[in-house]
Each structure stands twice: as C-alpha cells, then as structure tokens.
C-alpha cells in the first residue's frame, strides 16, 4: 500500500491469541472436529480458517453422510 509510509507505523508488542489444546497439554495445530450423538464439533478451527472453509464443510459432510448411511 503506497500510501502507508514509515512514520504511520510504531513499534508494538507481539499479539497473542488463543490456542486449543488437549486433555494432556498437546496444541491442536490442525482442525479437531468430533461428533457426539447426532451433533458434529469444529473444536479448533486455526487461521486461516475462512481459507479453508471449503476444506472443514467437505470433513463434516462426509462425517455426517457417514453416519446417515
């Protein structure tokens, strides 16, 4: 963007954001999706997961055809 120059910009700290896990402590990097009874849980959707949106819809709906049929 030519029009943000050096002196727009200041010096920050780094940002944080929250991170899944599991039971033992071990992050969750990728996508963690369960299903329980007739409900499916995207547990951990990691950026980019608008990216990605296409990806999670095709694993829940092969899931659930799965467990329909």
């Not at 910009?9 to 899944?20: E, N, Y």
């Not at 007739?38 to 819809?57: E, Y």
Request: with cysteine; aromatic share 2%; glycine share 8%.
């Amino acid at each position: 963007m030519p029009e943000i120059e050096e002196k727009h910009l200041k010096p920050a700290g780094s940002g944080v954001r929250a991170q899944a896990c599991s039971r033992d402590g071990i992050l969750l990097d990728d996508f963690e999706i369960r299903t329980s009874d007739r409900v499916t849980h995207v547990c951990n959707a990691p950026s980019p997961a608008a990216t990605a949106s296409l990806a999670i819809g095709e694993a829940i709906a092969s899931r659930v055809t799965a467990d329909v049929g």
